[in-house]
Each structure stands twice: as C-alpha cells, then as structure tokens.
C-alpha cells in the first residue's frame, strides 16, 4: 500500500500551474533557501566574533551596517529591476533579449555602485558626524574606518549582486548560490584569521570583507563572459547600457531603489534614536537584528524566488498562475516562520551567549527576540513577500509608494513615541516596527484582490 504524503495535495493545488509546477519551484527555491542559511549563519558567527572585541567594536558596526543597508539596497533595488526584466522575457521565450536585459543590468548595477562609493567616501566624515556624532569617541573611530572600508567594496558587492539577480531571473538559482558561497566563506574564513587569531578588530573585518567580495566579483565576470553558453556576454556590453534596456530596468528599480532609500533611510533615523539610548541599547539592537534574520531564513529566501516565479508567469500573461503562487508563497512564508520560532525560542539564551551581550541588556534582549518571533508570524509575510510580488508583477511604483509612507508614518513616529516619548527604550522602537509591518501588510492584502496591480506591460 502506498502512503501519500500530506502536502501533495498542496503542491498540486497551490504550487503548480501552467507557468511551472512545483518541482521547478523547488528547483529555483532550494538553492536560494541554501544561500540565506549560509550568508545568515556565516554573519551570526561575523558578529559573534566582532563581539569579542568588544562593545564599542559591535556598536561601531552595527551602527555603520545601518548606513551600509541604506547605500547597497539602492543598487541591489536596481539589481531586482534587472531580475524582473530578465524574468519576464525568459517567460516570453525571448533569448536574444534575456541576454541583452543580463547585460544591462550588470552594467548598470556596477556603475551605479562605483559612482557612490566614491561619492561617499569624499563625504564619510561629514555624514557620520550627522548620523551618529551622539556616540563615544571609541566607537565614533571604528565607525570611521569601517565605513570607509565599505564604501571601497561596493563595486565588489554590486556585480555579485547585479550577475547574482539576473542568474535568478532566468532560473539558474545554483550559479547565484556558488557566487554567495565563495564571498561569505571567504569572508568568514578571513575574519577568522584577522580577528580571532591576528585581533585586528575592525580593521580586519573590513580587509576581510573587500577581499571576499572582489574575488566573488572576479568570479561572477569570469562566468557571464566565458562559462555561460547561453548569453554569450562580452566585456563592451557589460559597460555599455541600451537606453530602452536602462528605462525598462529602471522602471522597476527605481521605485524601488527610492523605497529603499526612504525605508532604510526610516531605519537609520530610529537608529539615532538607538544611539541615544546608549552603548547597551545599540549592541542589543545589533544582536536582535542578527537573530531575527535567523527566524526569517526560509521566509527570506521564499521572497527572493517569488520574483522569479510571479515574473515568468507575467511573462506569459498568465494572471491567475501568478495570483495562486503569490497567495501560496504568503501562506508558506508564515508556516516557516511559525516553525522557526518554534525551534528557536527555546534556544535564545545559548544563541545569545554566542555574542557574549552585558549582564546589563540580556533580559531586555530576551524579550525583544521573543516578542519579534510571535508578531513575525502573521505580519512579516503579508508585508514582504506579497511586495515581492506584486513588484514581479510591475507594481512597482505602487508598492514603493506604500511601503516609503508606511515607514515614516508609523515605525518612525511609533518608534520615537513608544521608545523615547513613553521610556519603553529598544523595546518600544521594535514594537513600532511590528505595527507598521501590519499596517503595510493590510495594504497590499488590499491590493492584491484588485486588478490594477498585473495591468502593467514591462516587455514588448
């Protein structure tokens, strides 16, 4: 006798459709899924380490991070333009321009991330007076050289994301993977060597970093221009952008990478208000983020594929394949949450003992990770993976537009009323945080019931 297993029914149902079905979903999901474990883990152990050198090393960092996530999401915005495109014209069928949309998005990324590195290295000591003068001299020094040292690898980390996105878009998640897997293991094995046995602290952190992300940029060329027989790349059109390929991927990245600039640019500014709460409250934030991201690896990587899945359907005009695989991912996405939280909560303690935190922060720091790990599971799905896809979709503008007022509205002005207003401190900021998830979430669950969001045409 045969034994089915539960959750055919649901793969047949949800996760197959005229577009894929779910053994090419797994397919693009699998290698994702492996790449957030491994980038999230590998910086799990990045923190600890840079934890061992102190309170005011982790704080300079996590301070600096912040800055990092606002600056690299606008060329990673443009990355995903590139994604979407590449996506839709693979559902077409279209070869000839899955490799011109390849090319363009790499050249566009790449450019994009050298002007501002170096726009910002010329302006790094005026900008982090602004943004975290408040914090001791200690940290304020280590900062400084971390963020300079970041600025330098933004051409590294922009090719690897720019290849990496469109490697996505066309399906093979396995090449994005080996990219993510040489940087990050490289990166930790380096930081092993400066900072554990060499204890250069900071410093070796960064050399660390832009050797990583250099050699995995190395890499990323070397394949599009001479492993890939597919595009059949040249060097001329990885630096030369067609302007009817620069609009269309801008289309999609530039809502974008405005969304991020104003979302992240949200985050930095609870992060002053962090840095106003003291030395304690930033390396409790610092662990807290590190730790979430743990929570969210499944889901993480659920948000990454569905750009691929919803924008080969919209590629094919199939409006009800991409409708079924967004509500799907959504439900997955909170399942795995749910399970997450269920394995880990009981190990917070022994995870945080991995970053050595203060006697002073550790009960805060408990309840942060315990309140963010129940809110997630409802919230955190209907705010990040239905923009996802939606943004597939060539909703881009709307979803930008959302999530941009949503962030300034609510988790700015929440985070500043509940965490210096009321006195409930780090707490308080990510309560507001959570807040504004839901507030988001209703949005787009709003959205996605009409018919506005797959009326756009990205490709001729």
């Given at each position: 006798?045969?034994?089915k297993?539960?959750?055919?029914?649901?793969?047949?149902n949800y996760?197959?459709?005229?577009?894929?079905?779910?053994?090419?979903?797994?397919?693009?999901f699998?290698?994702?899924?492996?790449?957030?474990?491994?980038i999230?883990?590998?910086?799990?152990f990045?923190?600890?380490?840079?934890s061992?050198?102190?309170?005011?090393?982790?704080?300079?960092?996590s301070?600096?991070d912040?800055?990092n996530?606002?600056?690299?999401?606008?060329?990673?915005?443009?990355a995903?333009g590139?994604?979407?495109?590449?996506?839709?014209y693979k559902?077409?069928?279209?070869e000839?321009?899955?490799?011109k949309?390849s090319?363009?998005?790499?050249a566009?990324?790449?450019?994009?991330?050298?002007?501002l590195?170096?726009?910002?290295?010329?302006?790094?000591?005026?900008?982090?007076?602004?943004?975290?003068?408040?914090?001791?001299?200690?940290?304020?020094?280590?900062?400084?050289?971390?963020?300079?040292?970041?600025?330098?690898?933004?051409?590294g980390?922009?090719?690897v994301?720019?290849?990496s996105?469109?490697?996505?878009?066309?399906?093979k998640?396995?090449?994005?993977l080996?990219l993510?897997?040489i940087?990050?293991?490289?990166?930790?094995?380096l930081?092993?060597?400066f900072?554990?046995?060499l204890?250069?602290?900071?410093?070796?952190?960064?050399?660390?970093?832009?050797?990583?992300?250099?050699a995995?940029?190395?890499?990323?060329?070397?394949?599009?221009?001479?492993?890939?027989?597919?595009m059949?790349?040249?060097?001329?059109e990885?630096?030369i952008?067609?302007w009817?390929?620069?609009r269309k991927?801008?289309?999609i990245?530039?809502?974008?990478?405005?969304?991020?600039?104003?979302?992240n640019?949200?985050?930095?500014?609870?992060?002053?208000?962090?840095?106003?709460?003291?030395?304690?409250?930033i390396?409790?934030?610092?662990?807290?983020?590190?730790l979430?991201?743990?929570?969210?690896i499944p889901?993480?990587a659920l948000?990454?594929?569905?750009?691929t899945?919803?924008?080969?359907?919209m590629?094919?005009?199939?409006?009800?394949?991409?409708?079924?695989f967004?509500?799907?991912?959504?439900v997955?996405?909170?399942v795995?949450?749910?399970l997450?939280?269920?394995i880990?909560?009981?190990?917070?303690?022994?995870?945080?003992?991995?970053?050595?935190?203060?006697?002073?922060?550790r009960?805060?720091?408990?309840?942060?990770i315990?309140?963010?790990?129940?809110?997630?599971?409802?919230?955190?799905?209907?705010?990040?993976?239905?923009?996802a896809?939606?943004?597939?979709?060539?909703?881009a503008r709307f979803?930008s537009?959302t999530?941009?007022l949503?962030?300034?509205l609510f988790?700015?002005?929440?985070?500043?009323?509940?965490?210096?207003?009321?006195?409930f401190g780090?707490?308080?900021?990510?309560?507001?945080?959570n807040?504004e998830?839901?507030?988001?979430g209703?949005?787009f669950?709003?959205r996605i019931?009409?018919?506005k969001?797959?009326?756009?045409?990205?490709i001729?």
């Amino acid at each position: 006798m045969r034994i089915k297993w539960p959750g055919r029914g649901f793969l047949a149902n949800y996760l197959t459709g005229e577009s894929m079905d779910h053994r090419q979903i797994a397919a693009l999901f699998v290698p994702i899924l492996i790449d957030q474990a491994f980038i999230i883990i590998l910086n799990l152990f990045n923190t600890a380490m840079i934890s061992s050198s102190g309170v005011a090393a982790i704080s300079a960092v996590s301070m600096v991070d912040s800055l990092n996530m606002f600056l690299i999401n606008v060329f990673v915005a443009v990355a995903t333009g590139g994604t979407v495109i590449v996506a839709q014209y693979k559902g077409s069928g279209n070869e000839a321009m899955v490799a011109k949309a390849s090319a363009g998005s790499v050249a566009t990324v790449s450019l994009l991330a050298l002007g501002l590195g170096l726009l910002l290295t010329a302006a790094h000591n005026p900008m982090l007076k602004l943004l975290f003068g408040a914090a001791s001299e200690e940290v304020f020094a280590n900062a400084k050289l971390y963020f300079i040292g970041s600025c330098a690898s933004y051409l590294g980390i922009g090719i690897v994301q720019a290849v990496s996105g469109a490697m996505r878009g066309i399906g093979k998640t396995r090449v994005s993977l080996a990219l993510s897997l040489i940087m990050n293991l490289t990166y930790v094995l380096l930081n092993v060597l400066f900072i554990t046995v060499l204890d250069m602290g900071v410093l070796g952190l960064t050399v660390a970093m832009n050797i990583a992300r250099y050699a995995a940029a190395l890499c990323a060329l070397y394949y599009v221009l001479r492993l890939d027989a597919t595009m059949r790349l040249r060097l001329r059109e990885l630096v030369i952008v067609p302007w009817s390929m620069l609009r269309k991927i801008m289309s999609i990245g530039l809502p974008f990478a405005a969304e991020q600039m104003f979302f992240n640019g949200g985050k930095m500014l609870t992060q002053v208000f962090i840095v106003s709460l003291g030395t304690g409250a930033i390396a409790a934030n610092a662990i807290g983020n590190t730790l979430a991201m743990v929570y969210q690896i499944p889901a993480g990587a659920l948000s990454l594929t569905i750009v691929t899945v919803v924008g080969q359907c919209m590629g094919r005009q199939d409006v009800a394949d991409a409708r079924k695989f967004i509500r799907a991912f959504v439900v997955l996405s909170s399942v795995s949450l749910l399970l997450m939280a269920l394995i880990l909560l009981p190990l917070t303690y022994p995870l945080m003992d991995l970053f050595q935190p203060p006697v002073e922060i550790r009960r805060e720091l408990f309840w942060l990770i315990v309140i963010n790990a129940i809110a997630q599971v409802p919230l955190w799905s209907i705010s990040f993976i239905l923009p996802a896809g939606l943004r597939a979709a060539g909703d881009a503008r709307f979803t930008s537009i959302t999530s941009m007022l949503s962030m300034w509205l609510f988790r700015v002005v929440l985070g500043y009323v509940f965490g210096i207003t009321l006195g409930f401190g780090i707490i308080g900021v990510w309560a507001a945080m959570n807040c504004e998830w839901g507030v988001r979430g209703a949005i787009f669950l709003w959205r996605i019931r009409g018919k506005k969001w797959y009326a756009h045409r990205l490709i001729g």
